[in-house]
T-cell receptor, first 115, second 117 residues
């Protein structure tokens, strides 16, 4: 079974600075997807960014980008120009290509953006 | 366009009781997945419904059951509640077109907070 590990339970960053959240995963599969989800106090999971394992290029969405190292099974999230609204729990998640949206989540990282 | 809606938002039940949680998927979506998120942890997959049938199931006991209706809405039922069932229950919907291929985005509701006392 696949596992997802987030080794940073909590992190903080000053507004406008850059922060990187770490994620590692374990799988023997070759075709899969990786995601970062944001969960603010409203509790709703919001997709931040996704990466297809077959793509070598790292995904980017505005201020959010990933560093995907397939051989190392590492998938970190970089948030540039941090904003107060980025304060939330962040979850890394894994999905097999044939899993029909069955996600395996990590334990989460609580990010606090300080003014 | 309404997103994924769940009801109720909060619920308190007594040990041994039964509970039903409800989910209406995002308009146009045909697949509903349920997750349990214990306090301070990541969500865990319970099961997924497509075409009114359970298509995939995570490592949860038979006390957890579900149903999907012709309008694609779904219910999660938990029998013989335990204190350990206290958690946030999240519903996610997607449009899978009947193919189990992970290239569609799942949209989540705001969850139901279940407290078992």
């Amino acid at each position: 079974a696949q596992t997802v590990t987030q080794s940073q339970p909590e992190m903080s960053v000053q507004e406008a600075e850059t922060v990187t959240l770490s994620c590692t995963y374990d799988t023997s599969e070759n075709n899969y997807y990786l995601f970062w989800y944001k969960q603010p106090p409203s509790r709703q999971m919001i997709l931040v960014i996704r990466q297809e394992a077959y793509k070598q290029q790292n995904a980017t969405e505005n201020r959010f980008s990933v560093n995907f190292q397939k051989a190392a099974k590492s998938f970190s999230l970089k948030i540039s120009d941090s904003q107060l609204g980025d304060t939330a729990m962040y979850f890394c998640a894994f999905m097999f290509n044939n899993a029909g949206n069955m996600l395996t989540f990590g334990g989460g990282t609580r990010l606090m953006v300080k003014p | 366009d309404a997103g994924v809606t769940q009801s109720p938002t909060h619920l308190i039940k007594t040990r041994g009781q039964q509970v039903t949680l409800r989910c209406s998927p995002k308009s146009g979506h045909d697949t509903v997945s349920w997750y349990q998120q214990a306090l301070g942890q990541g969500p865990q997959f319970i099961f997924q419904y497509y075409e009114e049938e359970e298509r995939q199931r995570g490592n949860f006991p038979d006390r957890f059951s579900g149903h999907q209706f012709p309008n694609y809405s779904s219910e999660l039922n938990v029998n013989a509640l335990l204190l350990g069932d206290s958690a946030l229950y999240l519903c996610a919907s997607s449009f899978d077109r009947g193919t189990i291929v992970g290239n569609t985005e799942a949209f989540f509701g705001q969850g139901t907070r279940l407290t078992v006392v």
